[in-house]
């Protein structure tokens, strides 16, 4: 099947003296149809929770460089459009036969029949009552292969198509706002009922939409209202609709939708792109979906005759930096907040070229511990110049506001890759199915973190106190109130050569409490306790393992059974990971445990090969605890200040 399509390359093409990086805006390959452009994949799930508010507040000053060069008539009279966006990559599973028989293909569910074969759909069908199925069925996206066909002159295909898109419309009159799939899809459908009317023209040759499908531009008006009407704010939901009205307006001449359009694309850039490049998503798979998001939107606005401004761009730059530092030495994302195990996204020009491709192509950043405001730490041994860009150490750090949006209650947590591999790890992202595992994902218990099951976790924000960063170690000190009546503290020194992570947790309580230290490890190792303080993680076959170590602080005396190693447990949750939304594997969970008011809790990680040993003493000089290392035959000696720094001293 041939589709005229937009280069998918990425280009910087000069608009109005800006550079702006995405989708080529004039390169078509040869062939009937309508241009398209690549595809944006949405972060999987059904990205809200049904019936909560998903407005977020403008919290940033709006940017105001984003202008109209002319009125949209003159636009289009010029030859601008807004091209149509595709599908998102959910119509891929979907083919054109199945769109015919109004069958539905989502995720790893098996196909399923929503309608007569004749485009007659039962949209209130959700027979896995999962709130993610229902909304991609509600956004049309399915039916992609079927628009692709109906531009390319396939007859049948655009009689079925428009029969599904007129059947939505007429079964879901304005306004849908009280069924939470049709709501939330609004953004998603209004493009596929743009792409289906540039369809309708193609498969007709013809450039005014006949009378016969008016009723396709009275509903792509019924959109515009609902979007103006319900506008989501300054995240991700709120952007792609500013982006869909502009479309609307771009597409029916309409100068009020494009404004509207434009002046919500302004206020909400600087709050969901900061001035640092985090993003307000607190979740690093949206973060890279808002770098493609905005992309789109520069598309939008250029393609109809709009100046995008220079905002927008510098936003988007910045955020490519964040996205190669949270990019592990595996060319992967730190898995944290809703994010699955995904690929950095190759982006030629940017900084994540270097990251995604492993050093290979691109320039590298220049900074190699990056500490944003946001909440973020992102640290690597290198980027490749010295060792090979996999065989780096990485980690991450979380602190910073309560959890909000895409984000888990993952203060204070570690991801961190050595040898070439994971070594701690996030539990994931388990998507929206309410089967109770949302709640746990959610949780501090998900993560590597000091937790206290007796207390209600308090969803806190965390200060990070103090921090140095220096050639061979790093030290952060983060703190917070993770429950009433609960203060924590977390010391984490990152040390290279040899690799290890050593964490002090000082915790009080006003009752007694049974304080865990929780360490995530990946699922394809297998972890054993070994000894009152100690326990080991490896996969067979594997000339790694990784070493887990309580150690007596100040002669404290570690109780037996402290150290435990928890997988596959469901009651309650623990040792798990989501690599994806569709699939949860058992993970070693290995927890460092205390029932006390108060406790100090010093671990050691230390990854290293197979058959290579760790041991340590302690002693006190003056009033700084020190611990010499041994680790695969390299001594370091590390110690804790009195006021609670952790120093590498040799």
Request: hydrophobic share 40%; with cysteine; net charge neutral.
């Amino acid at each position: 099947m041939l589709k005229r399509v937009l280069s998918l390359a990425l280009i910087s093409a000069a608009v109005g003296g800006i550079a702006v990086i995405g989708p080529a805006a004039s390169t078509f390959a040869a062939g009937p149809g309508i241009a398209v452009l690549p595809d944006v994949p949405e972060p999987e799930g059904s990205q809200f929770v049904p019936g909560t508010s998903n407005y977020v507040p403008v919290t940033g000053r709006a940017a105001t460089d984003i202008r109209s060069r002319q009125p949209a008539a003159t636009a289009k009279a010029a030859g601008g459009t807004y091209v149509c966006p595709g599908f998102s990559t959910i119509d891929d599973a979907v083919p054109l036969s199945a769109v015919m028989d109004d069958t539905f293909i989502w995720n790893t569910y098996a196909p399923y029949k929503v309608g007569d074969g004749s485009g007659n759909v039962n949209w209130k069908l959700n027979p896995h009552n999962n709130p993610s199925w229902y909304m991609w069925l509600h956004s049309l996206r399915w039916i992609g292969q079927g628009v692709t066909a109906a531009a390319e002159g396939d007859k049948a295909a655009l009689d079925h198509v428009t029969a599904i898109v007129r059947d939505w419309v007429t079964d879901n009159p304005y306004s849908w706002k009280s069924d939470p799939g049709a709501h939330e899809s609004t953004m998603h459908r209004t493009n596929v009922i743009i792409c289906t009317r540039q369809a309708v023209l193609a498969n007709l040759g013809v450039e005014t939409l006949p009378d016969e499908y008016s009723w396709i531009d009275q509903a792509l008006v019924d959109h515009a209202t609902f979007m103006i009407n319900n506008w989501g704010g300054a995240g991700n939901h709120g952007t792609d609709e500013s982006i869909a009205l502009f479309g609307v307006g771009c597409t029916l001449n309409r100068d009020d939708y494009m404004q509207t359009a434009q002046d919500r694309l302004g206020k909400a850039i600087t709050t969901a792109i900061d001035a640092e490049g985090s993003t307000n998503e607190q979740s690093t798979g949206y973060a890279q979906f808002n770098y493609s998001l905005w992309g789109r939107a520069v598309t939008a606005l250029t393609g109809c005759g709009v100046d995008p401004g220079t905002t927008i761009n510098t936003r988007r730059e910045l955020l490519a930096a964040w996205i190669a530092h949270a990019t592990t030495p595996q060319g992967r994302l730190h898995q944290i907040g809703d994010t699955e195990v995904a690929k950095t996204y190759n982006i030629a020009g940017t900084p994540m070229e270097y990251a995604a491709s492993q050093g290979q192509t691109g320039t590298a950043p220049s900074d190699r511990v990056k500490v944003y405001s946001a909440g973020y730490v992102f640290g690597r041994s290198g980027w490749g110049s010295a060792t090979p860009f996999p065989n780096e150490t990485a980690y991450s750090l979380r602190f910073g506001g309560r959890r909000a949006l895409h984000g888990h209650v993952d203060h204070t947590s570690i991801t961190y890759q050595a040898r070439g591999r994971e070594i701690l790890v996030d539990s994931g992202y388990s998507g929206y199915l309410n089967d109770g595992w949302r709640p746990w994902v959610l949780s501090p218990f998900a993560h590597s973190t000091l937790t206290t099951p007796k207390l209600a976790d308090a969803n806190p924000a965390t200060k990070l106190t103090r921090y140095t960063v220096k050639p061979t170690a790093d030290f952060f000190e983060m703190s917070d109130t993770p429950a009433a009546g609960v203060n924590r503290v977390r010391g984490v020194l990152i040390v290279r050569k040899p690799d290890v992570i050593v964490t002090l947790d000082r915790a009080s309580a006003t009752t007694s409490q049974q304080f865990q230290a929780l360490w995530h490890l990946p699922s394809d190792q297998t972890a054993v306790v070994t000894s009152r303080t100690a326990a080991v993680a490896k996969k067979a076959g594997e000339n790694t393992r990784t070493v887990l170590l309580q150690v007596p602080y100040k002669g404290a005396v570690i109780p037996a059974g402290s150290t435990l190693v928890k997988q596959a447990q469901l009651t309650p949750k623990q040792g798990w990971h989501f690599p994806n939304i569709s699939t949860r594997n058992a993970a070693p969970t290995v927890m460092f445990a205390r029932a006390a008011k108060s406790v100090n809790i010093l671990s050691l990680i230390v990854p290293l090969r197979l058959n290579g040993q760790v041991s340590y003493t302690t002693r006190m000089s003056g009033t700084t605890f020190v611990m010499d290392l041994t680790v695969d035959g390299v001594k370091t000696s590390v110690g804790v200040t009195g006021g609670g720094s952790l120093v590498r001293l040799s």
